[in-house]
């Protein structure tokens, strides 16, 4: 069974600087929240007077949560979300970044379809659209010139998330 356990690992830059990566993986769930986390890291390298952290590696972290030296302070509110609005976090904060994610992603999210034609279809039901069917739509020309202007679209281990704009 993997650990899917959200790290970091911490190292610091004067560390980095003397040519050493001396540091430790510290699992982000095991802290309440960011200024606990930055406590830990402290205390692993309270060696040093202030030390400047590095975060070398991460596993199982949101894309644009951390960075090099810093890490988002909502990210803890994101372990919080059950793991449906996690999911649909991640895949905004594909097109966006993770601040802007964490904001609106739950509320501008439209469905998740395999492709632009099942969103379009969807849509056209939604929308009550009564299409007679000796009538044949393009449904993809339908995505590209009247839906792409009001939504936006990221694909993800073959699902498109779609969300409104």
């Known amino acids: 069974m993997s650990n899917t356990s959200p790290k970091l690992y911490v ?77 649909v976090i991640l895949a905004y904060s594909t097109i966006s970044d993770f601040e802007q994610a964490m904001k609106v992603a739950v509320d501008r999210f439209a469905g ?3 492709s632009h034609n099942d969103f379009v279809e969807e849509w056209i039901e939604n929308m009550g659209i009564d299409i007679p069917t000796c009538i044949e739509v393009d449904l993809e020309a339908t995505w590209r010139a ?13 699902e498109n998330y779609y969300f409104h704009a």
């Open 11 to 87: 190292g610091t830059w004067h560390k980095y600087g003397s040519g050493s990566i001396d540091g430790k993986y510290l699992e982000l769930d095991d802290y309440a929240d960011q200024s606990e986390f930055y406590s830990a890291c402290h205390e692993l390298h309270r060696d040093e007077h202030d030390p400047e952290f590095m975060f070398q590696d991460a596993q199982n972290l949101p894309y644009g949560s951390y960075g090099e030296s810093w890490v988002s302070e909502q990210l803890w509110d994101f372990f919080d979300l059950d793991s449906q609005d996690q999911e």
């Open 112 to 114: 998740c379809f395999a």
């Open 146 to 158: 009247n839906l792409t202007h009001d939504y936006s679209d990221t694909r993800i281990d073959g």
